[in-house]
DNA sequence: TCGCCGCGATAGCGTTCCGTTATGGATCTG
DNA sequence: CAGATCCATAACGGAACGCTATCGCGGCGA
């Protein structure tokens, strides 16, 4: 005979009001069943746990000394399976999110904040990582989503959403770039731009957008971080390319921003998760608040 | 459906193996069989544990939270388990004894040496207090057995060996008292004596058997320690009456002892144990080796 | 002192649960 | 494309469990 959880908790009930009788009234259960339930445990210890007569019930020293471990270990069990049915009623739990810089700054705080106004006890781990980094700890579980740049084309990922990320020209107040009726490479290629780092993703699209048309950009400046770009754009360096995803080009009010109309100048935003796998619930519900709001961003090319 | 060990060992020989196959043949089931138990586990919590197909397994983020505070769990019930075995099998064990200072310190010693020689992995706790403390310790189930003088007439109690302490006389050899046939009351009377402290249970009984005689002892001296006694009566001060159990009587070389040809000198003592419950194993045990010593340090007034 | 009452133990029976074999569907392999 | 492998499902048979009924024992009141 195995050890089991009901019998443990026979015991405890048994122990702890030194009846039979009451114990298997409070168990919902027959009496006989609950002397049954106490000698099979007593045989699975192959111990005497109680000391009984038709007058008295007590626990032998055994019994006493077992009460506690039995205890702390029917509470444990218990909380696991109360904390787990409330992570699975999708009361509470932890989302945890790899994502671009560009995204975790900007539209996922917005996101995160109207999730946990409708979800309080939802909290979220979010890592600013760049694409590929994205892709790996999606691979490797270490998150439950991830926003990623660029195709995914891995079988162990599966790509929950999709989005365009249109790079966008920032320009001061006034510029004439401003004035032009759509923002194209070559519009671009008539004034000093203030680009990215070369290590950069976004620099790598700008790059390969002015390659294929052939053309060399007028580099005024070079910068790694976007808020330093433009800072330069708005002491007059030059237009600075940014994704439409980052908070920076709205960060300076006498600056302005438009898309470029250009598709080399737009790169895919895939949203992801380990194929396969089962999403844990509160990640499930956050994507009915991240999905509109990556579509939203996106297709406004705000 | 409630939370049951046989699921959680299941979950967690799955989600070790990764394999339903492997760990069915682990544990001796059919595959079906364990795929209806991950099920219902995974119903009891209201999650999904495991991610499966027909090429891989591996568990779900909730699972793999949950792995170690399963494995935790099995651990401890499972030690819980072997340890209570191990002492209902008599492998080890604690026994808790209560004992007057005279048999804690004389034949008490001599029993647990000779078991432990017997069975090494036993342990014991001693606790040497004046007879109405061994009582209560028992009733109270603080020890799990006693050693107690004079009679015992409680119903919460059972007498497991009685056992007959003769009070002795201790003398500096070659005095006269040890040359009479039998030491009696009378012949102690002839001599000067150094007695107990009136609050000790040895002077009650002097007393009494003096009162009953219609006799009055020629007090030497009084000593509240047995040891300090013996020394006077190395000093030459008188001799000294003293329980047949207490070591202090053979401590000094040159003094001689001689048991008490007199009824009332004689006191009960008594292994008792509380009434109506079960001894552990151990101490069960243990009654083996102390009852004969009981019986053989008494019968031959030692 | 006798009979009643309350409590735990036991017996017999029915149901429920669980594990087994057989089989299906999906996926990787040669 | 056929075979092998692995998990899921279905149907069946047996074991386990809980229930009702009853017994034995000890305390208590008449």
Same mark, same amino acid.
């Given at each position: 005979m195995d050890l089991n959880l009901r019998h443990v908790r026979a015991f405890v009930s048994v122990a702890h009001l030194r009846?039979?009788?009451? !114990?298997?009234s409070l168990l919902n259960l027959s009496q006989p069943a609950l002397t049954v339930q106490i000698r099979r445990l007593e045989e699975a210890l192959a111990v005497r746990l109680l000391d009984r007569n038709s007058r008295s019930v007590a626990p032998t020293r055994v019994g006493r000394e077992l009460l506690p471990v039995f205890q702390r270990v029917l509470r444990e069990l218990d909380s696991v399976v109360v904390d787990t049915r409330d992570l699975a009623a999708r009361r509470h739990g932890t989302v945890r999110i790899a994502a671009l810089p560009s995204v975790a700054a900007g539209l996922l705080p917005d996101a995160i904040a109207s999730f946990r106004a409708a979800h309080p006890r939802m909290s979220f781990v979010v890592k600013d990582v760049i694409a590929e980094r994205v892709l790996a700890l999606v691979r490797r579980e270490e998150v439950d989503l991830g926003v990623t740049g660029g195709e995914v084309r891995d079988p162990d990922l599966t790509v929950l959403a999709r989005a365009a990320d249109t790079l966008h020209v920032v320009y001061p107040e006034g510029h004439p770039i401003g004035a032009v009726a759509t923002v194209t490479l070559e519009a671009l290629a008539e004034h000093p731009l203030v680009l990215m780092d070369a290590e950069t993703s976004v620099r790598a699209v700008v790059d390969a957008a002015f390659v294929a048309a052939g053309r060399l950009p007028v580099t005024a400046c070079e910068a790694t971080y976007m808020m330093t770009a433009v800072g330069m754009v708005r002491a007059g360096l030059g237009l600075t390319i940014l994704p439409g995803s980052a908070r920076e080009i709205r960060a300076e009010p006498d600056l302005r921003s438009r898309p470029i $109309?250009?598709?080399?100048? $737009?790169?895919?935003?895939?949203?992801?998760?380990? !194929?396969?796998?089962? &999403?844990?619930?509160? !990640?499930?519900?956050? &994507?009915?608040? &991240?999905?509109p709001a990556l579509e939203a961003e996106f297709a406004t090319g705000a």
């Open positions: 009846s039979f009788t009451r !114990a298997a $109309s250009e598709a080399s100048f $737009s790169r895919p935003v895939c949203l992801i998760a380990k !194929a396969g796998r089962t &999403l844990p619930a509160a !990640a499930e519900d956050f &994507l009915g608040e &991240l999905v």
